[in-house]
Each structure stands twice: as C-alpha cells, then as structure tokens.
C-alpha cells in the first residue's frame, strides 16, 4: 500500500524557518494530491497547501500564503513543506496526506484522503 513517512519539524523562534518532508513509496500513479494540514490544541484541523501531482499545480490557506511554499521531489519522490517567517500561531502537529485518483483546490476535505503520514510537531516560541 502507499506509505507517507514525514521529517522534519521541531523548535524554532519567531520569524525563523523549518522545511517538512513528506516521502512517499507505493505509488504507481501520477494523479494524486499531496496535501499538508495541521492542527493546534483546541483548533479543528486546516487544510494549509497541496500540489497536485498531475500538473504541478498548487495552492495555499490565506494563513500561510507568501511564507509557506510547497514543492516536490519527482526523483525522491518527495514532497516539502518550507516554512518561512515563522509565527507563534503556526504551532501545530502538521501532517501531510495522499488523495488518489484526485485533484484538488485545496477545499477536499479531510476525511476525503487516503493516506496519512504519521504528523511532526512544529512549535515557534522565544
């Protein structure tokens, strides 16, 4: 079956940077949808950025755009999460799923992936 193993996260101050990976193993297609969420104590769940891995495309939470940027590995077969300007409110476990057979805006819910990597928590504090 299709594997999602994430890296990455940790520690850092405000306005500072970490980059999330998300490996990938098991897919034998290129149509599916990548997407990162995450999800503070006592917050529901957000969508915050996914790439569609049929043409590349991707798209982005207003609470994110302009500092987060998604990318992908085809040869790794890896998908990154760089986080830039870092604020307190983006701490939250982070986890990135896999929608098959999908394309996405960013407005597929949740419950619509297949997949889940494992989430790592990143917290901005002084």
């Known amino acids: 079956q299709p594997q999602l193993v994430q890296s990455g996260g940790g520690v850092v101050q405000p306005g500072g940077s970490l980059r999330l990976s998300c490996a990938t193993s098991g897919f034998t297609l290129d149509y599916y949808v990548i997407t990162w969420f995450r999800q503070a104590p006592g917050k529901e769940r957000e969508a915050i950025s996914c790439?569609?891995?049929?043409?590349?495309?991707?798209f982005y939470a207003d609470s994110v755009k302009g500092r987060f940027t998604i990318s992908r590995d085809n040869t790794e077969k890896t998908v990154y999460l760089q986080m830039n300007t870092l604020e307190p409110d983006d701490t939250a476990v982070y986890s990135c799923a896999a929608d098959l057979n999908s394309y996405s805006d960013l407005s597929t819910k949740s419950y619509e992936y297949d997949y889940w990597g494992q989430g790592t928590q990143v917290t901005v504090s002084s």
């Open positions: 790439i569609n891995n049929q043409d590349g495309s991707t």
